[in-house]
């Protein structure tokens, strides 16, 4: 074995001794135990063993939005107990070690009431960054690290050597969210030149931790401890496997800490540079995978005795990206959080869990949905998708079997005939009058024509359907040119009965895995995920959140300017502008007004109140001035899509079970393509490829909408395309011609690049769906 391992069995040798030491004076220390004062109410016994009660971390992260706005405002270690008497918190103690039951110092005689002990004093430690180095430095050259050594020594022996290295004033309280006190940048020194020292100081680094580690916690936490957590965690060793006993045990002892102490984590963590912070991600994503499916079992303990150590990980985990959600932009996009090993297992079985004991102390993956790439999270929606399709099937045959009545095997099917001509009104009657039978399985006929529906026409009725709806001549949805984009029509009727059907004609196309060419703004499914389950009382507003000058920016970007030079405008807004809360709206030709404010015609918008008048002005035209429209689409869409599997999502993420993702990579295309009539070393192919490849990304995305009608690639990447090529016997004069129902291009044997090139380009510049125009 490794010498970290060595290392490790040495400690735990001395920790044996030290027991043996402490067992002398266990008469004293019982004594001792009685009297630090604690409580006015006696909480019940913290049990430390292996299986170790986590703090809640949903409530935690429910709470982070809340509690940035407090700024700079000091957190203590202490809280308010419910009772409302001022509480302080025992530390986390190590593992095997029982916790007395906590006595009030008010029950005890005066006699026995003594003060707590003062915090300790920190040691001074002047040397400098620049000092470090230069030791590093003249170590590389001589060979003799003596110096070096002694520092790494010293600073990992203890927490208090830690703070006494690393924190900016020895002593200085810095109990602030803000600032952790670290100096970080000596910090990220110290650990890039640690990996590059001899092996000996990197196994005394580790010996160190361990000492710290296991070291019997006598009195409360304070900052400097949470320092000390702060600092280690960094230690760029965690990323060798021998060392995933002691990074375990560091982990487990954060996860432990009260929700104040993640509290202030959360907030330092999103301090790092991202190169930091990416780097402690990568180390905890690895640790879970190796830990789930390890190359070398035989080096790491059974998973039955440390059942406790994926858990940890994936709750420190939570609260980087906690951290990274609270941060504006973000520090890393959201993908970076994404476990892939998570993909090759049995999801399923987690899933299940989730949906049984809920976000209770039995640990699941589906609390921390934000660990679950899109593609897992789509098998997840699939497999719950098909369990509701057969339940809903098998209540059909049970009612008809309880009636007496002849058995139809249409009766498991979402049956929907249409008319081509009437394409629209039929598909919606149909859907209207079918709302029972929405979560069995989709076939779709087109009455006068034969044919199965074996999946290409479900994808033609999608695709047609889908065209019509969002046509500007059909009045439901406003084309706006400036964000390619569609949005919903302001127009008010009587009967909204047409979003709801659209609604449900969405989620049928993600209830049945088919991927739909339309272009909603990002923020119309951040209100689709508003709530992400339907309420049971109906008067609860549904489809309404908070939205900003950035998601207008996504529908309307010339307004959106027009109100960020508003707020920084630096003259007299009420003068020069000459506004007030009243706006105006184009419905059907006719120019409407609406106050924003009881009264809003006569409040003129000041530098004063400008920040308000766009905060109500982005809520009047996302929200409100929808709200009916917006109401009735979200009731369609989860009419079809109720689910628990929709808390798991984002509303990035539901853009892209909706539309595909807008990544293309023509290569891994090439790759999986099938091929009729022709194969993958023919000339022709190769001309097609060669051409491909140099396409720029515009005709790349006009290429895969010609052949399969969307220019996004579904969530399973481009292997679920299902992708062919075929040849056709016709002149060379002809275009390419395209079968989008079954992403199939078909084409003349072209004899050159330079001709494929040509009627290629000509092919899918001016084709649009079935036809040329």
């Known amino acids: 074995m490794s010498e970290v391992c060595v290392c490790v069995r040495e400690c735990v040798c001395e920790r044996e001794a030290i027991r043996e030491k402490m067992k002398e004076g266990e008469e004293k220390e019982r004594e001792r135990e009685r009297l630090p004062p604690i409580a006015n109410l006696p909480p019940p016994a913290l049990d430390r063993g292996a299986k170790q009660h986590f703090p809640s971390f949903s409530t935690f992260i429910s709470n982070v939005s809340q509690k940035r706005d407090t700024g700079s405002q000091n957190f203590s270690p202490q809280f308010i107990h419910p009772g409302g008497r001022h509480v302080r918190e025992l530390p986390p103690i190590c593992p095997d070690v029982r916790q007395k039951q906590r006595i009030s110092i008010d029950t005890l005689p005066i006699e026995a009431k003594a ?33 070096v050594q002694d520092f790494y020594l010293t600073t990992f022996d203890s927490f208090l050597e830690l703070n006494a290295a690393f924190k900016k004033e020895a002593n200085a309280a810095f109990s602030t969210i803000e600032d952790s006190g670290v100096n970080t940048k000596f910090v990220s020194t110290v650990y890039d030149a640690l990996i590059h020292t001899p092996p ?13 580690l296991l070291r019997e916690w006598k009195g409360p936490r304070t900052k400097d401890d949470l320092r000390a957590y702060f600092i280690l965690l960094q230690n760029p060793q965690y990323s060798s496997m021998n060392t995933y006993v002691i990074y375990a045990h560091l982990l487990r002892q954060i996860t432990a800490l009260a929700e104040a102490d993640h509290h202030f984590l959360v907030h330092w963590f999103k301090k790092l540079s991202p190169r930091r912070f990416k780097a402690l991600v990568e180390r905890l994503l690895n640790f879970i995978s190796t830990r789930l499916l390890p190359a070398r079992p035989e080096e790491l303990p059974p998973m ?7 858990p940890s990980a994936t709750k420190v985990l939570a609260l980087l990206n906690a951290a990274n959600s609270i941060s504006t932009p973000p520090i890393i996009p959201f993908t970076d959080f994404y476990n892939l090993t998570l993909d090759h297992i049995d999801i399923m079985e987690d899933y299940q869990t989730w949906q049984t004991h809920g976000n209770s102390n039995r640990f699941s993956f589906c609390q921390y949905p934000f660990i679950l790439s899109t593609v897992t999270k789509k098998a997840i929606i699939q497999r719950d998708s098909e369990q509701q399709m057969i339940s809903m099937a098998r209540q059909s045959l049970v009612d008809k079997v309880s009636r007496r009545q002849r058995v139809d095997m249409s009766l498991l099917f979402l049956n929907i005939k249409v008319r081509r001509q009437q394409l629209l009104s039929d598909s919606l009657d149909e859907l209207s009058r079918k709302r029972a039978d929405l979560k069995k399985k989709l076939k779709v006929t087109f009455v006068g024509e034969a044919g199965l529906d074996m999946g290409g026409l479900t994808k033609e009725w999608f695709l047609l359907l889908v065209r019509q709806i969002f046509h500007t001549d059909f009045g439901m949805f406003t084309y706006l040119k400036d964000s390619n984009c569609h949005w919903f029509s302001s127009w008010k009727c009587d009967n909204f009965s047409e979003f709801r059907l659209v609604g449900a004609l969405m989620g049928l196309a993600v209830y049945n895995s088919i991927t739909l060419d339309i272009h909603f703004p990002p923020c119309c499914y951040k209100k689709l995920l508003s709530p992400p389950v339907l309420p049971c009382d109906q008067n609860m507003p549904v489809g309404v959140t908070t939205l900003t000058l950035d998601d207008l920016q996504q529908v309307m970007p010339d307004l959106a300017h027009g109100l960020r030079e508003l707020l920084s405008y630096e003259g007299n807004v009420e003068e020069d502008f000459c506004s007030t809360f009243q706006v105006f709206q184009e419905e059907l030709g006719i120019i409407k007004s609406y106050n924003l404010r009881p009264g809003g015609d006569k409040i003129p918008v000041t530098n004063q109140n400008r920040k308000e008048y766009v905060q109500l002005y982005i809520d009047f035209l996302l929200n409100k001035s929808i709200y009916k429209q917006f109401a009735a689409f979200y ?18 993420e539901v853009e892209i079970l909706v539309c595909g993702s807008p990544e293309l990579d023509m290569n891994a295309l090439q790759k999986v393509t099938q091929y009729e009539g022709y194969s993958k070393v023919d000339p022709t192919i190769r001309c097609f490829w060669d051409v ?56 003349p044997p072209y004899k050159s690049k330079k001709e494929m090139k040509q009627k290629l380009t000509i092919a899918i510049s001016n084709a649009e ?5």
């Open 635 to 652: 009731c369609g869409f989860h009419s079809v899509c109720a689910s628990n599997a929709l808390l798991l999502l984002r509303p990035e």
């Open 200 to 212: 000996d100081i990197q196994k005394s680094v580790l010996k160190g931790i361990i000492n710290s």
């Open 115 to 147: 003060p707590f002990p003062s915090d300790p004093v920190i040691p001074l430690r002047t040397k400098t960054i620049k000092e470090f180095q230069e030791d590093v430095e003249r170590a590389t050259a001589s060979g003799d690290w003596r110096t």
């Open 304 to 310: 039955a005795k440390c059942s406790w150590w994926i």
């Open 692 to 747: 491909v490849l140099a396409f720029p990304l515009e005709l790349q995305k006009k290429l895969l909408h010609f052949a399969t009608g969307s220019d996004r690639v579904p969530v399973g990447g481009m292997t679920d395309l299902n992708f062919k090529i075929a040849k056709i016997d016709v002149s060379n004069d002809w275009l390419p011609v395209s079968h989008t129902c079954f992403n199939q291009i078909c084409l």
């Open 769 to 773: 769906g079935f036809g040329l125009e």
